[in-house]
T-cell receptor, first 116, second 115 residues
Framework: EAQVTQNPRYLITVTGKKLTVTCSQN?????MSWYRQDPGLGLRQIYY???????DKGDVPEGYKVSRKEKRNFPLILESPSPNQTSLYFC???????????????FGPGTRLLVL | AQSVTQLGSHVSVSEGALVLLRCNYS??????LFWYVQYPNQGLQLLLK??????LVKGINGFEAEFKKSETSFHLTKPSAHMSDAAEYFC?????????????FGSGTRLQVQP
């Protein structure tokens, strides 16, 4: 089954304790992205990756890091989490530009993070 | 810069009634537009998309949307609501001209379906 998976689905942590949220896709997609969802703000892009070893900042990158060492994986790293990073996080992936697939992104189930 | 505005954060309809969720966009280039649905405790699922082909787009679960350039709108409709349609709906636009390819989402509309 084609899917985007994220782990963990729920996480409670304390300020300053480094954490990693994993994301993996099995559709051979070139493009991957992280979003955070906050009430009343919709989803905002944190980081994205056009392909292996190619990453760049989105709209709200502060406090986050990413890496793309393999095509299927795109982990999100919070080096020193703070309470304002409490949010619902979504990983997404898509093909590179090709007819019929323009911009279509497939989303993981989400990771709900609480930073105390 | 692109943006999306969804009018009405909450919409309530009766089962069997027409569903109309409004979305207006702002884009300096021809847009690619999407509607996603989010069921409770789940990720986002693509309902339908407009990518400059037919202006009336049909999606899953009986939903459709019409792209109207003159009104900069992409409203989502369904002729007859079902209880299972209760969810949050997001309109989004993407600019494929930039490498970022970030989806710009509206703030969402929560649909309630009353029995």
């Amino acid at each position: 089954e084609a899917q985007v998976t994220q782990n963990p689905r729920y996480l409670i942590t304390v300020t300053g304790k480094k954490l990693t949220v994993t994301c993996s896709q099995n559709m051979n997609h070139e493009y991957m992205s992280w979003y955070r969802q906050d009430p009343g703000l919709g989803l905002r892009q944190i980081y994205y990756s056009m392909n292996v070893e190619v990453t760049d900042k989105g709209d709200v990158p502060e406090g986050y890091k990413v890496s793309r060492k393999e095509k299927r994986n795109f982990p999100l790293i919070l080096e020193s989490p703070s309470p304002n990073q409490t949010s619902l996080y979504f990983c997404a992936s898509s093909f590179g530009p090709r007819p019929g697939q323009e911009g279509t992104q497939y989303f993981g189930p989400g990771t709900r993070l609480l930073v105390l | 810069a692109q943006s999306v505005t969804q009018l009405g954060s909450h919409v309530s309809v009766s089962e069997g009634a027409l569903v109309l969720l409004r979305c207006n966009y702002s884009s300096s280039v021809p847009p690619y537009l999407f509607w996603y649905v989010q069921y409770p405790n789940q990720g986002l699922q693509l309902l339908l998309k407009y990518t400059s082909a037919a202006t009336l787009v049909k999606g899953i679960n009986g939903f459709e949307a019409e792209f109207k350039k003159s009104e900069t709108s992409f409203h989502l409709t369904k002729p007859s609501a079902h209880m299972s349609d209760a969810a949050e709906y997001f309109c989004a636009v993407v600019n494929m001209d930039t490498g970022r390819r970030a989806l710009t989402f509206g703030s969402g509309t929560r649909l309630q379906v009353q029995p």
